[in-house]
């Protein structure tokens, strides 16, 4: 079942309220300046709230925010109803001959390419106005009724931040403050509770309490640099990855770091994705790039191994490899946005008939590893074209891919929303967008139909009927970035991994020096039986280190004294910071066996 997921949100309640909370706000920092003095430009509602970008004479700072308020309350007291006006353009430059920002937007409507936010549009709208209060905007709507619908206990000014007109940086820079508005006061309190939690796990905090990855100047922005603990995470991920699909006859290989310029002209990339690519290298007069993705290198030695035969289809692909992405400096945060990722990317060539095989497959594949990182609420975003002309022209493929696509989620019971504009620039996708403890919501994983790459690349199957065909290729991403999952994981888990994923799953605190003898004992025991695991032979008092271990969230402390050695038991304590006593080695061994397996 499909539904549109913007659509769908521009006509809620939640939404009017957000938009009329933002135009209250254009009023109420507009009044604090001379009349004329602040320059408007928009304000729209957006994920969790709403913002408007301004050019004032001074700089707004959070020390404004109680005034603005005080002032929007009263508003919102007065009940002032939301009046809409359509007028024609001359009109509407008239209104606005003194607001250069909305001058520019009403030239744009005029021409029918843009709405009064500046987004492009399929075709030609009317110009309206709002009025409340005496301020008017130049707005489509929709909004509610009277400025008492929006509840004064569930709105709050957040931040301000700077932002250039349009998002270009060439234009001036303006002041974007940004506000949440709820229905209830209770859902304002349980946000603000969610934004406090999540900076209590925000992972580039806690990835370097944990000792897990840093960034360092000397190498450079966006480039991380993993510590023992943290590679052997992204082991763990990884390998549990690989393993799985390798269960699921995915055949993994292996592509490099370089390619020629000439191969991503051929694909459609250079043209496409260039601004996101690293500048070229030259090398005996030949154009080299590093490799900012998997598909082109995966289709070319799907070429290159000969003639293919569709009794060899499906030919699935996968790939741990390193691509390099110019992101802007700006853009880049933490481990969620890097400029060296690790993709578990992989290719499927396969025939028409089989793409919805293939879908289930993959599917399948996705719902099992989500699940084992405790993901089991998500949703599907069906990624299509928009009308912007990024894509490739080509509309029966589009068409065929949009089909198979549709087909593919409907045969699997998959309900999903459509996201126009939103497809990769050779075909449609499935994202499955994945919500954490917090209910964030994060785009992990994604299953990509293209007619398109492989045409141009020149692959090509032997059919049944003995005749050359073009192979259709399902670009599939389990995790997406092991860089990016693993931040994901240390909010999601605030740190403390399942047993399975845990770097240290055990620290040996053994009372006094004459203990340690029994506690390598124990070590080698436990590494013998699967388990990472550390001995603490620091001069430190055992409270002490088993504080340091829970702080490490490592998810068992295991005591070792005189008792212990006597009797070949550990005494267990949990980083929760319960402890459950003396236990045999033994039955420690399977117990923590049993969680790895279980995935707790």
């Known amino acids: 079942m499909a539904e549109k997921k913007k659509e769908k949100y521009e006509v809620s309640q939640l939404y009017k309220v957000r938009h009329s909370a933002a135009h209250v706000m254009a009023q109420?920092?507009?009044?604090?300046?001379?009349?004329?003095?602040?320059?408007?430009?928009?304000?729209?509602?957006?994920?969790?709230?709403?913002?408007?970008?301004?050019?004032?004479?001074?700089?707004?700072?959070?020390?404004?925010?109680?005034?603005?308020?005080?002032?929007?309350?009263?508003?919102?007291?007065?009940?002032?109803?939301f009046k809409k006006q359509v007028v024609s353009?001359?009109?509407?430059?008239?209104?606005?001959?003194?607001?250069?920002?909305?001058?520019?937007?009403?030239?744009?409507l005029e021409e029918g390419d843009e709405d009064e936010n500046g987004e492009p549009l399929a075709e030609k709208p009317e110009i309206s106005f709002y009025t409340h209060d005496g301020f008017t905007d130049l707005c489509r709507g929709p909004h509610v009724a009277n400025t008492s619908e929006i509840n004064p206990d569930a709105l709050k000014l957040m931040s301000v931040a700077g932002a250039y007109w349009r998002g270009d940086e060439k234009n001036q820079q303006l002041q974007r403050v940004y506000g949440t508005a709820w229905e209830k006061a209770d859902d304002l309190e349980q946000y603000l509770w969610r934004l406090e939690e999540a900076k209590k796990r925000d992972h580039r905090k806690l990835g370097k309490e944990l000792g897990l990855f840093y960034f360092s100047d000397d190498i450079g922005p966006g480039l991380p640099l993993f510590t023992p603990k943290g590679e052997m995470m992204r082991h763990i991920m990884e390998e549990y990855v690989r393993e799985t699909q390798t269960r699921y006859g995915y055949q993994h290989v292996w592509t490099g770091h370089l390619a020629k310029e000439e191969l991503y002209k051929k694909s459609g990339h250079l043209a496409n994705y260039e601004d996101s690519m690293y500048p070229p290298m030259e090398d005996d007069n030949v154009t080299y790039r590093l490799k900012p993705m998997n598909c082109p290198s995966h289709m070319t030695l799907y070429k290159e191994m000969g003639l293919h035969s569709y009794r060899e289809l499906p030919l699935r692909f996968g790939e741990f490899a390193t691509l390099y992405r110019h992101e802007k400096t700006g853009e880049l945060t933490g481990l969620t946005r890097v400029r060296a990722l690790t993709q578990d990317d992989c290719h499927t060539f396969c025939t028409p008939e089989q793409i919805e095989q293939e879908f289930t497959l993959a599917l399948k594949l996705i719902r099992e590893v989500l699940g084992r990182y405790h993901f089991d609420d998500y949703r599907v975003?069906?990624?299509?074209?928009?009308?912007?002309?990024?894509?490739?022209?080509?509309?029966?493929?589009?068409?065929?891919?949009?089909?198979?696509?549709?087909?593919?989620?409907?045969?699997n019971k998959v309900d999903y929303v459509e996201a126009y504009g939103e497809a990769a620039f050779y075909g449609p996708k499935a994202d499955i967008i994945a919500r954490d403890v917090l209910g964030r919501e994060w785009?992990?994983?994604?299953?990509?139909?293209?007619?398109?790459?492989?045409?141009?690349?020149?692959?090509?199957?032997?059919?049944?009927?003995?005749?050359?065909?073009?192979?259709?290729?399902?670009?599939?991403?389990?995790?997406?970035?092991?860089?990016?999952?693993?931040?994901?994981?240390?909010?999601?888990?605030?740190?403390?991994?399942?047993?399975?994923l845990a770097p240290v799953q055990a620290v040996i605190v053994p009372i006094a020096d004459r203990h340690i003898e029994y506690a390598e004992k124990v070590a080698t025991q436990l590494k013998a039986a699967g388990l990472r695991v550390e001995v603490d032979t620091s001069s430190e008092r055992m409270g002490a280190k088993i504080r340091d271990a829970q702080n490490q969230k490592v998810p068992y402390m295991l005591v070792v004294g005189d008792k212990e050695a006597e009797s070949e038991a550990v005494a267990l304590r949990l980083r929760s910071g319960k402890d459950e006593g003396a236990i045999s080695l033994a039955d420690f061994i399977a117990r923590a066996q049993k969680d790895v397996k279980d995935g707790v």
């Open 28 to 81: 109420a920092v507009t009044e604090m300046f001379e009349p004329g003095d602040a320059k408007v430009a928009i304000g729209p509602p957006i994920e969790d709230g709403f913002y408007y970008d301004f050019e004032l004479p001074r700089q707004l700072t959070p020390d404004d925010f109680p005034a603005i308020e005080k002032r929007m309350h009263e508003i919102i007291k007065e009940g002032h109803d």
């Open 89 to 108: 353009a001359k009109e509407a430059k008239a209104e606005f001959k003194d607001q250069p920002y909305k001058l520019e937007l009403v030239e744009g």
């Open 381 to 411: 975003d069906l990624s299509l074209r928009g009308d912007d002309g990024k894509y490739v022209d080509a509309p029966e493929k589009w068409q065929a891919a949009e089909a198979a696509l549709r087909s593919a989620l409907d045969k």
């Open 443 to 500: 785009q992990l994983s994604t299953i990509q139909i293209d007619f398109i790459q492989p045409e141009r690349l020149g692959l090509t199957y032997i059919g049944e009927d003995n005749a050359e065909h073009t192979p259709v290729v399902i670009h599939r991403a389990v995790t997406g970035s092991t860089e990016r999952f693993m931040g994901v994981m240390i909010e999601h888990f605030a740190g403390a991994f399942p047993v399975w």
